[in-house]
């Protein structure tokens, strides 16, 4: 089909096609169209294939206007795609002719394209940004007291051996604890707490010292601004706390085969120089992850900053509405009850998404420039020591159920590539 083809540019992402069709080429295509429609189609009247043309043109006017416009549209594709390299399938357009002129000579017909468009990553000079990085050690010190906490983990807490009703520090609290947060309160029944380990919110362990056995008492506290729990940083909490029992961790005086087996339940032949290695290994490499997240994110904060973004507006409503979605029928309820709230929550939503999608688009360039790929079997190597690392009570079961989750093998291959990328950017070796 010939097609007289222009096109204007009216911003960024708008693109105005304008085009031309002689008439006789259109005739041409709705002649088949009807040839097509009087084989398919039963007409009283007429047998399958006999029905006049302008029956046929009379009885499926509608259809027929839209499967030629189908046709034209799918043709002037191709000639933007060939003449102008402005693929449609890579854009948002307007699914409705803003024009169509159907003269007597020429078929003519007007729309806007919507092109979404893409970011520019600026990688000019990149490497220049980059963090000069210091890779962590782990003292001697660091691992006893690392070994210490994890005998503790495997040693049953007793009772008392003396009549002491007062607790002390290092003691094991059994505890009722009712905790507010935002006037919505949660229970828990005879939670063990080792009084001094800092295992609980700032605070909290300190206010249990010289609590007595059966008596409650109220703890005021405030969640750090850098907690965890992002949801909780900064918000106030509420607990009331029932001291049920004093216990205590009896330390072996030696550490025996069988307590090292508790601790490391894959191992044939448990030692204590293996456990010291495990743990060396695992502190360093915790030290590591977090030297690299906070210098990663430094550097990749600055690459973007220098960058240029114009994320969709339909992208993002889409993306909003797909995570309100995940939300429970109360919470929906709750959230469309109040439209503060509710337009809080998209907002907060929306700049996540924006964090995301271009933190995600920047590590994308990042592999291209770096010709950063997994090798053969380093995608299992990195399913190995997770396994390993987690140290699962049953790793074979483990092993076989990991194996058939699609979403964590994805998630396991994403962050493996970026592991690779940063150890290269960062000068690290395995």
């Given at each position: ?9 009216l911003?960024?992402k ?7 069709i ?12 009807i ?10 009247g007429?047998?399958?294939?006999e ?18 416009n ?36 020429t ?9 979404s ?10 490497k ?11 003292s001697?010190?660091?691992v ?8 503790k983990?495997?040693v ?6 003396k ?7 290092w003691?094991i609290?059994v ?10 309160t949660?229970e ?5 707490i ?7 919110i700032?605070?909290?362990e ?14 005021n506290l ?11 940083a ?8 029932l001291?049920?029992e ?12 069988s307590v ?5 339940p ?6 204590l ?19 690299i997240?906070k ?11 220098k960058?240029?973004?114009d ?9 909003i ?8 029928d109360?919470?929906?309820?709750r ?37 950063v ?14 396994i390993a ?32 990328l ?9």
């Amino acid at each position: 089909m010939k097609i007289d083809l222009k096109i204007q540019k009216l911003d960024k992402k708008t693109t105005k096609v304008d085009a031309n069709i002689a008439q006789k080429e259109i005739d041409v295509v709705e002649k088949n169209i009807i040839k097509e429609l009087s084989k398919e189609k039963e007409i009283d009247g007429f047998n399958k294939g006999e029905a006049p043309e302008y029956v046929i043109r009379f009885t499926f006017k509608e259809e027929i206007e839209n499967e030629r416009n189908k046709v034209i549209f799918e043709s002037i594709s191709e000639q933007l795609q060939s003449d102008y390299d402005i693929n449609i399938d890579d854009m948002e357009f307007l699914p409705e002719y803003d024009k169509i002129d159907d003269s007597s000579e020429t078929f003519s017909v007007e729309f806007a394209i919507t092109q979404s468009v893409f970011p520019t990553i600026d990688m000019t000079d990149y490497k220049t940004i980059l963090p000069r990085f210091t890779v962590p050690t782990v003292s001697r010190v660091e691992v006893a007291n690392e070994l210490t906490r994890t005998i503790k983990s495997v040693v049953k807490a007793e009772p008392l051996d003396k009549d002491r009703k007062t607790l002390e520090k290092w003691d094991i609290a059994v505890v009722d604890i009712k905790t507010t947060i935002n006037e919505e309160t949660t229970e828990s029944k005879n939670v063990m707490i080792e009084v001094g380990s800092g295992s609980s919110i700032p605070g909290f362990e300190d206010e249990l010292i010289d609590m007595k056995v059966g008596y409650s008492k109220e703890i005021n506290l405030t969640f750090p601004d850098d907690f965890a729990n992002v949801s909780l940083a900064g918000q106030d909490v509420e607990y009331t706390v029932l001291l049920n029992e004093i216990r205590m961790l009896k330390m072996p005086k030696s550490i025996t085969k069988s307590v090292l087996k508790k601790i490391l339940p894959n191992d044939n032949e448990p030692t204590l120089e293996l456990l010291e290695q495990r743990i060396s290994d695992n502190m360093f490499f915790r030290k590591l992850e977090t030297a690299i997240t906070k210098e990663k994110i430094m550097f990749m904060d600055e690459l973007i900053a220098k960058s240029s973004y114009d994320i969709n507006d339909e992208f993002l409503d889409t993306e909003i509405q797909a995570t309100f979605d995940t939300l429970s029928d109360e919470e929906k309820i709750r959230l469309e009850d109040n439209e503060e709230e509710l337009a809080t929550y998209k907002e907060n939503i929306k700049t996540n998404i924006i964090s995301w999608y271009k933190y995600r688009l920047a590590l994308q360039e990042l592999l291209v420039v770096e010709d950063v790929k997994l090798e053969d079997g380093e995608l299992q190597d990195a399913f190995d020591d997770y396994i390993a690392r987690n140290n699962f009570e049953d790793a074979n079961t483990a092993r076989i159920e990991l194996e058939k989750d699609n979403a964590f093998i994805t998630s396991l291959r994403d962050s493996t590539l970026e592991e690779k990328l940063f150890y290269k950017l960062f000068n690290l070796t395995k």
